[in-house]
């Protein structure tokens, strides 16, 4: 089963801020969080990921809390190509496990 | 690089027919997994490679379901005797094995089994 817990739908206007939360609890300290993000019938794409410090891209920035418990994914200015469901991962740091995957977040960015 | 590469895109066969599917992992790519996913649903761990070798089967991975990697490189998932349940999203990703590795997609297999 999956380790996290996101809001199955979000809206966002297009130009603004995307903020996607997480909550992983019981996340140890040996495990990464991931995300993906899946564009309608493609595979999914890699957006970032980090161990406890904050993390940014040229995609996405993530914003991991002191304890741990919970992140956000922050699109900084979200396109209608955003449009997609977003997977929030929590996988060990050995990396040699599979990904598992919730239902993750629909976000759907209007003009 | 030119990303994980997948064959065929999309695949409709009968009930009790067998498929193959390919995929391409980015080369250097040294780990490959198999996943599947089915409408409305996350992807769901199959099974993965290191190298040649298979090193974990997910308990999805009924006997019809076998997958090879023969030279550590491209990997072949085939289902035997078909089944309407089988219908899905077959997706492969590869990774290079190390701490914290990241693992890319392909674009999937749809296959629709009648």
């Known amino acids: 089963d999956a380790k996290t817990t996101q809001p199955p739908s979000m809206d966002c206007a297009e130009g603004r801020a995307a903020n996607l939360p997480c909550n992983h609890s019981?996340?140890?300290?040996?495990?990464?969080v991931y995300w993906y993000r899946q564009i309608h019938s493609q595979g999914p794409q890699y957006i970032i990921h980090?161990?406890?410090n904050n993390e940014t891209n040229e995609m996405a920035s993530l914003i991991i809390t002191e304890d741990r418990k919970s992140s956000t994914l922050i699109l900084p200015h979200a396109t209608l190509r955003d449009t997609a469901v977003y997977y929030c991962?929590?996988?060990?740091?050995?990396?040699?496990?599979?990904?598992?995957f919730g239902k993750g977040t629909r976000l759907s960015v209007i003009a | 690089d030119t990303g994980v590469s997948q064959d065929p895109r999309h695949k409709i066969t009968k009930r009790g027919q067998n498929v193959t599917f390919r995929c391409d992992p980015i080369s250097e790519h040294n780990r490959l997994y198999w996943y599947r996913q089915t409408l409305g649903q996350g992807p769901e761990f199959l099974t993965y490679f290191q190298n040649e070798a298979q090193l974990e089967k997910s308990r999805l991975l009924s006997d019809r379901f076998s997958a090879e990697r023969p030279k550590g490189s491209f990997s072949t998932l085939e289902i035997q005797r078909t089944e309407q349940g089988d219908s899905a999203m077959y997706l492969c990703a590869s990774s290079q094995a190390r701490a914290g590795d990241t693992q890319y997609f392909g674009p999937g297999t749809r296959l629709t089994v009648l």
């Open positions: 019981t996340i140890s300290g040996n495990e990464y």
């Open positions: 980090g161990l406890k």
């Open positions: 991962i929590v996988r060990g740091i050995s990396g040699n496990t599979p990904l598992v």
